[in-house]
Nanobody, 116 residues
């Protein structure tokens, strides 16, 4: 069973950057495709990015393509999301989970707020 803890969120201005981290416990972390997801106020949770087991394949939502980069370090059991050129519409709680996501895999998330 993989337990996930997100961190790195904060309040930033439009155009700024943030790097989110997702620390995983458990020896099976490297077995899973991982993803970042987000939920904005009043909206459904949505997919942001995924990364394959060995990091060789990544996919992004159209809304973040070219601005966000997902990466992972299997030695450190951590997944990252580098977010550049942030926009107010990126404001949301950001979560990591396996991909496809497991219902039991949702953590507390980390809040990202982008002011205009």
């Amino acid at each position: 069973q993989v337990q996930l803890v997100e961190s790195g969120g904060g309040l930033v201005q439009a155009g700024d950057s943030l790097r989110l981290s997702c620390a995983a416990s458990g020896r099976t972390f490297s077995w899973f495709t991982m993803g970042w997801y987000r939920q904005a106020p009043g909206k459904e949770r949505e997919f942001v990015a995924t990364i394959s087991v060995n990091g060789g394949s990544t996919h992004y939502a159209d809304s973040v393509k070219g601005r966000f980069t997902i990466s992972r370090d299997n030695e450190e059991n951590t997944v990252y999301l580098q977010m550049n050129s942030l926009k107010p519409e990126d404001t949301a709680i950001y979560y990591c989970n396996t991909h496809p996501p497991r219902p039991a895999g949702w953590g507390q998330g980390t809040q990202v707020t982008v002011s205009s």
